[in-house]
């Protein structure tokens, strides 16, 4: 949540016409409050003299992290920050990629944000540019020759090995069914059409804007209704990502399961 300082000042009568001139002026062709104390949109880089003269370990051990939640985020961060190291070889496998990079404004959303990391300051990480980031789905560990194996049946070799998955919905798999992008279709699972779960790595390309399910749900002719089951915070934002899509409220169903409702 993005918050003022929280500091008194004093401000001389000069100091306040300055200030009411410097608001009526034009900075970078729009007004400017010199007393906004909102954090800038942009990153500041800087280089010191001790910085170029310090010498770096270079670390090319090959550190895989699977999932692209908080845990391993922080975990990536963590180590890019040390200043006296430099790690050449870490590998990112994530579902999806990353979600920040899938949507332009933050009511767009279809996912509560995460409690320790906002849009902005992921942005703010550059991960794209500085660790490789792989947009796919694992499906087994090889341990003895420390390996991975992908959905396509390819691997990634590593020297560590850090699963950061997270928590994740499990009401469709608890039923037998599977989300639409679950590839390839595990063994004990069927997909039904129209049924999605909200760890869905693809949620976002299947309910994108002009795409197949959002045309059918906002055809005017062929009215087509919207079911959510739940009672989470990820429940009530996907209804705010269907309504900026252009879903009208009368469309939208919740239906919320009991405190002690299990599947």
């Known amino acids: 949540m993005d918050r003022k300082w929280d500091h008194e000042r004093f401000v001389s ?3 306040q016409k300055k200030q009411q001139e410097d608001i009526k002026n034009q900075v970078d062709g729009a007004p400017r ?18 910085m170029l003269s310090e010498p770096k370990i270079i670390k090319n051990s090959r550190i895989v992290v699977v999932g692209a939640s908080d845990t391993s985020i922080s975990f990536i961060e963590a180590l890019l920050s040390i200043s006296y190291l430099h790690f050449t070889n870490i590998i990112l496998i994530a579902p999806g990629g990353l ?28 991960l794209e540019s500085r660790v490789r980031v792989i947009n796919a789905r694992m499906v ?5 020759d420390k ?12 020297d560590t090995l850090v699963l950061g998955m997270g928590i994740q919905d499990k009401t469709l798999t608890s ?9 390839p279709l595990p063994p004990n699972l069927k997909r039904a059409d129209g049924i999605l ?20 749900l906002t ?13 989470s915070l990820h429940t009530y934002c996907c209804i705010q990502g269907l309504l900026q899509r252009g879903v009208k409220p009368e469309q939208i169903i919740l239906a919320i399961p009991d405190t002690e409702c299990h599947v």
């Not at 800038?40 to 001790?50: D, H, I, K, P, V």
């Not at 760890?199 to 197949?212: A, F, I, V």
């Open 13 to 15: 009568e000069d100091t």
């Open 33 to 50: 409050d010199p007393l906004d104390e909102t954090e800038a949109e942009f990153s500041l880089c800087f280089t010191t003299r001790r």
């Open 99 to 126: 979600p920040h990079n899938h949507f332009e404004d933050k009511c767009e959303n279809l996912k509560a944000y995460s409690t320790s990391y906002t849009k902005r300051e992921l942005k703010k990480l550059m």
């Open 140 to 144: 087994d560990i090889d341990r003895s």
């Open 147 to 158: 390996n991975i194996v992908l959905y396509d049946d390819s691997v990634v070799p590593y």
């Open 175 to 183: 039923l037998g069914y599977c989300s639409r992008g679950i590839a």
């Open 197 to 216: 779960s909200i760890d869905d790595p693809y949620l976002y390309q299947h309910l994108r804007k002009d795409g197949t399910l959002i045309n059918v």
């Open 219 to 231: 055809d005017k002719k062929r009215v087509k209704n919207c079911v959510l089951y739940g009672r």
